[in-house]
């Protein structure tokens, strides 16, 4: 007889954070798959809108637990992270950047919740939970947002004809069509990286962590059981650190990109 433990353990590892559909949406003749990675980046950013509301509404003079937690990260990334890259126009920002932020790490921290091993247990479906940030999808789509704010505010700071000309630096009028061509591919490769950085960084840590705790499920060594829960357990510590990590180099990537495209001279 197999039990439950051994299925689990035999799984492909990534099935635990690849994308599942849940439903299609016929929208005439087009269908619109609804998967888990949508659900849960659609969580992240209801959860942030009942969260953030709340801890506004708190009127104590000291702010304690979670408020103060948001606020320390919030400081953090406008006085140390935005301001020295965007000065005066920080104020014109800062609320992009910060909803960029918190909607990866709540993105990253809802994944590391076993919301598909509970979902399980209530409605049979084991594919419901999942990380949002490892669908390439979603990661791209956060890419294209920052693509646009980036290259709007650069052509509303300096103008459309100014903005051009950054793409084509000082240089010998032979080498201008050249760097021009170069500039303009790196202006796409910029987001493109930001893309996939986060969506394998977190795509890597899932997929390793999975795989170690499937070698725990078999039941054949208590030994190696017990130093695989341990090396998961540590390697979970880790993706936690990599959740604030990861949403911390997204937002200061965006930064340098946004400062570059509104001051040009730096």
């Known amino acids: 007889m197999i039990t439950k433990p051994v299925i689990l353990a035999a799984e492909n590892p990534l099935s635990h954070v690849v994308q599942h559909p849940l439903f299609t949406i016929h929208v005439g003749s087009l269908e619109l798959v609804f998967s888990n990675h949508m659900l849960m980046a659609l ?4 959860l942030m809108m009942l969260i953030f509301p709340l ?33 005066e126009n920080t104020d014109r920002f ?7 932020f918190f909607f990866i790490l709540f993105c ?17 479906n084991s594919h419901l939970g999942g990380t949002a940030t490892c669908n390439i999808y979603i990661t791209g789509a956060l890419a294209v947002t920052a ?9 509303r700071q300096q103008g459309l004809w100014n903005y051009i000309k950054n793409f084509t630096p000082p ?29 394998a960084n977190m795509l890597a840590g899932h997929t390793v962590l999975g795989a170690l ?16 829960v341990m090396g998961a357990a540590a390697l979970s510590m880790l993706e936690l650190f990599v959740a604030f990590l990861q949403a911390y180099i997204f937002t200061f990537l965006t930064t340098l990109f946004l400062a570059a495209a509104v ?3 730096h």
Not at 63 to 81: H, I, M, Q, S, T
Not at 94 to 100: A, D, E, F, P
Not at 147 to 155: D, E, P
Not at 187 to 198: C, Q, S, T
């Open 263 to 265: 001051h040009p001279e």
């Open 43 to 46: 969580i992240a950013g209801v």
């Open 213 to 228: 705790i499937g070698l725990a499920l078999v039941p054949r060594s208590y030994a190696i059981a017990g130093v695989t």
């Open 147 to 155: 693509f646009i704010m980036i290259h709007l505010s650069g052509i």
């Open 55 to 87: 801890l506004v509404r708190q009127r104590t003079i000291v702010p304690r637990g979670a408020r103060n937690l948001v606020e320390a990260l919030c400081e953090f990334l406008r006085d140390k992270v935005i301001r020295p890259q965007l000065g």
């Open 171 to 199: 240089a010998p009028w032979p080498l201008v069509p050249i760097l021009f061509v170069l500039e303009l591919i790196g202006a796409f490769v910029k987001p493109f990286a930001l893309a996939i950085r986060l969506f």
């Open 108 to 124: 990253n921290l809802l994944g590391m919740i076993p919301l598909a091993g509970i979902l399980y247990f209530l409605t049979g």
């Open 94 to 100: 800062v609320k992009y950047l910060w909803t960029i």
